[in-house]
């Protein structure tokens, strides 16, 4: 199946074809594709055909919206009712929320159908998905290469045609970078756009919900239904609704493209630099120009973010103490020993670094050294990219330095795998949107991504460049062999 948002929708509208009908193909897919991608770590065939069931009903009444109908994989990270929500751990194995996030509760109100839930990271921190507790996903492109993290399995499940979308989640990445190395596109929106309400937090500063599709139009077509204020989250922001499509059909005339120079230096492969400069002739030759930009501080977003995320993991992770949530350990002594066998058995390994991590870098003593100067550095991150908007429209770059790496190449090294956030990180320090498109091929036969970054509130405008680049090329339509 090789169908997008838009195309289903259209399929739905004429009738010629239910949303039964519909999910009972996907989850015929998801049956016999999943045992080996592991792209979904929780199927309930009852719900989704319930929600299909709804979907045609309200189709029958005449009250069908654009998406009422098509299905949808969310991430294992958003309470659902009727679906647990495990985030990855074996700390919420048995957890599943009495509420809805406010992700799936809008989802639900455009009438998506929910195929399932979605391998992830454990508590969304990792970029391959090798720290789920639920097994690592494979990359349909490529089975022994990793899929990306922490939204492994979205992006598998759509780049394999288990799903027409997914939701995903990126606090530093992880709807842009396995966006990009399972050949799909995603956008992570302005922090404040889509509600963190019901989203398991991992760095609350940074993390933002988005959705992971095919195309730009059907990325935009779902940040419609995602986004929107939200009094359950304190950081959501008070905005106009807009349209997220209004600016799909704009040409490209007079689009002012800055390209990084801090971005093509050390570290990125050739065939990434290859297929990223191609892109950029592609834009060329629609009408855009580029220029050359500075992010003279671009080089500190890794080391800021992996101060900056796991200080606000340590506190946000605090909560799973065996008492109110998941995991109990079965035998302990006192209560000071219940939460730490719990803990200690409930909670993997990159989990644990990061809570160690963080709650270093938070201490007395090193609070000043670290995390104050890890904020300070963010500050001045975020001046570099509004420097560089008063020279352009859109920032464009490589997603990630390389294409999809093998599985287990990189667990032993965490600073490695760190490193390949390099592009990513300093888009959720500045708060900024940033998406990610198909944009060729290397090593491999692997897909190679294309950063899209804008500045506050301007998914719009992001969204219509992408738009118009897959007019002009087909990167968008290839499919990996099943
Ligand atoms: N790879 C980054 C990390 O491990 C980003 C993860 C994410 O965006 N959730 O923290």
Avoid at 444 to 463: D, H, K, T
Wanted: aromatic residues 8%.
């Amino acid at each position: 199946m090789n169908e997008t948002v838009k195309s289903l929708s259209a399929r739905l509208a004429a009738g010629s074809v239910s949303a039964v009908e519909l999910a009972q193909d996907y989850l015929a897919r998801i049956r016999a594709a999943n045992p080996v991608l592991n792209a979904f770590v929780e199927l309930n065939e009852e719900r989704t055909l319930a929600d299909a069931r709804a979907a045609d009903a309200l189709r029958a009444e005449g009250r069908a919206g654009v998406l009422t109908g098509v299905p949808i994989a969310h991430k294992d990270i958003f309470c659902q009712t009727g679906w647990h929500a495990r985030c990855g751990s074996k700390m919420l194995e048995s957890f599943a929320a009495p509420y809805d996030a406010t992700l799936i509760a809008r989802s639900r109100d455009a009438g998506l159908v929910t195929l399932g839930r979605t391998n992830m990271d454990e508590f969304a921190m990792g970029s391959s998905n090798e720290s789920s507790h639920y097994g690592p996903v494979r990359n349909p492109w490529a089975h022994d290469a990793v899929p990306g993290g922490s939204s492994g399995g979205s992006a598998a499940a759509v780049a394999a045609g288990l799903a027409p979308a997914a939701s995903g989640t990126d606090t530093g990445g992880s709807i842009r970078q396995p966006a990009a190395f399972c050949g799909i596109t995603g956008i992570k929106p302005t922090y404040g756009i889509v509600s963190r309400w019901g989203m398991i937090a991992y760095a609350s500063s940074l993390d933002q919900g988005g959705p992971m599709a095919h195309t730009a139009e059907d990325c935009a077509l779902l940040l419609n239904a995602f986004a929107g204020f939200d009094e359950g989250d304190s950081t959501s922001l008070q905005r106009p609704a807009e349209d997220y499509t209004r600016s799909l059909a704009a040409p490209l005339a007079g689009l002012k493209i800055g390209v990084p120079k801090e971005f093509f230096g050390e570290g990125m492969s050739d065939d990434v630099r290859a297929a990223v400069n191609a892109a950029l002739a592609t834009f060329r030759t629609l009408g855009a120009s580029t220029v050359e930009v500075s992010l003279p501080r671009a080089g500190y977003a890794v080391p800021a973010y992996y101060v900056i995320a796991p200080a606000e993991a340590s506190s946000n992770l605090s909560r799973f103490d065996g008492v109110r949530y998941g995991y109990r350990a079965p035998e302990y002594g006192d209560l000071a020993d219940m939460y730490a066998k719990s803990r200690a058995q409930g909670f993997g390994e990159e989990v644990k670094r990061r809570i160690l991590i963080g709650t270093y870098v938070l201490s007395h003593g090193y609070y000043d050294a670290y995390y104050l100067q890890a904020q300070k550095v963010r500050r001045l991150i975020a001046d570099d990219y509004a420097a560089a908007f008063a020279q352009c429209d859109l920032i464009i770059g490589p997603t990630t330095p390389t294409v999809a790496y093998g599985l287990g190449e990189k667990t032993d090294d965490p600073l490695s795998m760190y490193l390949g956030d390099i592009y990513t990180t300093s888009v959720n320090l500045a708060g900024l949107p940033g998406m990610s498109i198909p944009c060729g091929f290397g090593a491999g036969g692997l897909p190679v991504g294309l950063q899209i970054v804008g500045n506050y509130f301007s998914e719009a405008r992001m969204l219509g460049a992408a738009h118009q680049f897959q007019q002009a090329t087909d990167w968008h339509l290839r499919r990996p062999k099943e």
